[in-house]
Structures are given as C-alpha cells and as structure tokens.
C-alpha cells in the first residue's frame, strides 16, 4: 500500500497535532520530552519526534541541512521484518551521515528498520523494497515496508488509501 507523505514540515506538525511524540534535542540525546497538541514545536535543525504505537510501529522524523529531513522506523509485523531488505541501501551520503539514534521508553537502537524515507528537497525518496517482498505476500496489495502501518494515523486519519494503492 501507498501511502502519499507531505513536506517534513507539514508532516511534523501533523505529528505534533496527534500529540503522541517525544521530541529529542540534539546534544541531550538522554533528554525526551512528550509533545502533546497544545505546545508549539520549532522545527529546529537536530530535533527529531520519535513515535511509537503500543502496537510495534515506530518512527523517528530528523531535522538534516539544506531542506533535507530523513524518516526511518519499523513494523514488526512487515512482510520485509525478517528478510535481508535493506532499507538503507540507496539512501544518500548525506542520510546516512544523519546519527539514527532512538531515544524512547519503550524502543532501542536495536529495533529493526523496516523502512527509510529521505527528503531531498523536493520529494521522498526510498529504497525499493517490493523486490524482497516474501513470495507469499508479493501479489498482495497491501504488502508494504512498514511505513503505511507507522504513519496512517497522521497522513490519512480517516484510513482511506491513496489513489495508487
């Protein structure tokens, strides 16, 4: 499944509104504060949101340079979770420069990506993953990385699928 992302910036702000994110300051990587709706979030170079669901889906939204922004997490219960899909494996220098750290209660660095977007400025970007899909789940429309399961709530609260879904 699809799953259309806007702008980091509009998509921070949809993250901040859904009040379920922590907010970590670069330099203070100990430091997490939880973000509820009511408090204004500058989008500032090294902050990042880090959310996750209760339910095994997560991601982490990080600031980069120059317009960029990089958006990285898992499901645990995607078709890619126990395969050798790479979801780093044509990210950008600059992307993979970015420190990937996860600072949450309930999460480690060591959960499993199952996906990684990049914003270079103009536009998402990823590693295709369709190609490691199991061959059970290949034909399935619904198969995704992750990401659709991660972000539903904040892009399509209603859950409706995208056009090209």
């Not at 859904?18 to 408090?39: D, T």
């Not at 958006?71 to 645990?76: A, K, N, T």
């Not at 420069?97 to 199952?114: A, E, F």
């Amino acid at each position: 499944m699809t799953l259309e992302l806007p702008a980091p910036e509009l998509l921070w702000a949809r993250i901040v509104a859904e009040g379920r994110a922590l907010l970590n300051r670069e330099g203070n990587r100990a430091q997490a504060i939880e973000v509820h709706q009511s408090e204004e979030t500058a989008w500032v170079a090294g902050d990042r949101l880090v959310s996750e669901d209760g339910a095994g889906n997560w991601f982490v939204l990080v600031r980069g340079d120059d317009e960029r922004a990089l958006l990285f997490g898992g499901d645990e219960s995607s078709e890619l979770f126990e395969t050798d899909f790479d979801p780093w494996a044509d990210a950008p220098e600059w992307a993979l420069t970015i420190d990937r750290t996860v600072t949450h209660p309930r999460l480690s660095d060591t959960d499993t990506v199952t996906f990684a977007r990049w914003w270079n400025g103009s536009a998402w970007v990823s590693t295709p993953f369709e190609e490691h899909l199991p061959e059970w789940s290949a034909d399935d429309p619904d198969a995704d990385d992750g990401l659709y399961m991660g972000l539903r709530s904040i892009v399509d609260p209603a859950g409706n699928p995208t056009p090209d879904s």
